[in-house]
């Protein structure tokens, strides 16, 4: 946390240090999502992103360049934390917080954008309890076909075709969106998981028939 000294708001710095290939490509990702001007009220809005040398007492310290992207500050923190504390939200609340993160959604899919990480650890709470969509480190636009190649996302909210389907046939993001929101819809009511990973009997029920119930 920070403060912006042009207004004295408390602002958020997320800090990328020793950066590897994948760190600096999450990195750039980040930032291109802020490029594409994705203002919308349940998405986490970016304020800047640059680089800098870190200071110890007005000097160059340690000689190592880092990066970093200032964003709003989310008061309330993470969902999953919120969602932990209070056991489960009611189905009314779960809806109208739900519909929120379905409205960010859809206006990241409006660019042809895919988020390919959503969870309740990416979505935050601001001081009005108003839900906003964050970490785009994994989010990969799409084309006309929407086809998308690269195996990723957290195992609890991972759609099947992301363990079934072959690189060279793809998957569709914007439904692997969709299936991971079910998955965050489940948690805020039930305070637990679906599933933990592929190898779950309820997973490997829900790949062999998609119908059945869980």
């Known amino acids: 946390m920070a403060k912006d000294s042009s207004n004295n708001k408390t602002i958020v710095v997320k800090i990328f240090k020793d950066m590897s290939a994948d760190t600096q490509d999450s990195f750039k990702k980040e930032i291109a999502?802020?490029?594409?001007?994705?203002?919308?009220?349940?998405?986490?809005?970016?304020?800047?992103?640059?680089k800098d040398v870190i200071m110890k007492n007005g000097k160059p310290y340690g000689g190592a360049e880092v990066?970093?992207?200032?964003s709003e500050?989310?008061?309330?923190?993470?969902?999953?934390?919120?969602?932990?504390?209070?056991?489960g939200l009611p189905e009314r609340v779960s809806v109208g917080i739900f519909g929120?993160?379905?409205?960010?959604?859809?206006?990241?899919h409006a660019?042809?954008?895919?988020?390919?990480?959503?969870?309740?650890e990416n979505i935050f709470l601001d001081k009005n309890v108003c839900p906003k969509l964050a970490d785009f480190g994994m989010q990969k636009a799409f084309g006309q076909d929407k086809l998308l190649a690269t195996r990723c996302g957290t195992d609890q909210y991972m759609a099947p075709e992301l363990n079934t389907t072959g690189e060279q046939e793809g998957y569709d993001g914007?439904?692997?969106d969709v299936f991971a929101l079910g998955?965050?819809?489940?948690?805020?009511?039930?305070?637990?998981?679906?599933?933990?990973k592929s190898t779950d009997a309820h997973y490997k029920q829900f790949i062999s028939n998609p119908r059945a119930t869980m």
């Open 33 to 50: 999502i802020a490029s594409e001007g994705l203002f919308h009220k349940n998405i986490v809005q970016l304020i800047g992103a640059g």
């Open 67 to 70: 990066f970093y992207i200032v």
């Open 73 to 87: 500050l989310c008061a309330n923190g993470e969902m999953f934390e919120y969602i932990q504390l209070a056991e």
């Open 100 to 108: 929120q993160v379905v409205d960010a959604v859809a206006a990241v």
């Open 111 to 120: 660019k042809s954008v895919a988020h390919r990480d959503i969870k309740l």
């Open 174 to 176: 914007t439904k692997v």
């Open 183 to 196: 998955q965050v819809l489940y948690t805020m009511m039930f305070a637990n998981h679906a599933f933990w």
